[in-house]
Nanobody, 124 residues
Framework: QVQLVESGGGLVQAGGSLRLSCAAS????????LGWFRQAPGKEREIVAA????????VYADSVKGRFTISRDNTKNTVFLQMNDLKPDDTATHYC?????????????????WGQGTQVTVSS
């Protein structure tokens, strides 16, 4: 069974930065698409970014393009999300996800495994 554990969330002022990490255990995910999603209270879960197995293909939500960067280290079975220039609208629980996919996907149902989430709060 695959387990995904996120870390790195916290409280930051607008304009600040955070780096989220997600470590996988139970199976090597080097051939999985990995993604970050987020969900704010009262809103649906939405894609933030996703990356294919080699790192050669990445996709981002329009709202985070130019501010966030997704990366992965397959030797450590870990995916990262560097978040810069954070805004109050980025406040949400951020989830890591892994999927046995041929290509990156923006759709949450496409992913097989999910972490418990880490809270990101951006104050104005």
């Amino acid at each position: 069974q695959v387990q995904l554990v996120e870390s790195g969330g916290g409280l930051v002022q607008a304009g600040g930065s955070l780096r989220l990490s997600c470590a996988a255990s139970g199976r090597m995910l080097y051939n999985y698409v990995l993604g970050w999603f987020r969900q704010a209270p009262g809103k649906e879960r939405e894609i933030v970014a996703a990356i294919n197995w080699s790192g050669s293909d990445t996709v981002y939500a329009d709202s985070v393009k130019g501010r966030f960067t997704i990366s992965r280290d397959n030797t450590k079975n870990t995916v990262f999300l560097q978040m810069n220039d954070l805004k109050p609208d980025d406040t949400a629980t951020h989830y890591c996800a892994g999927g046995r996919l041929r290509a990156t996907s923006l759709l949450a149902p496409a992913y097989n495994y999910w972490g418990q989430g880490t809270q990101v709060t951006v104050s104005s």
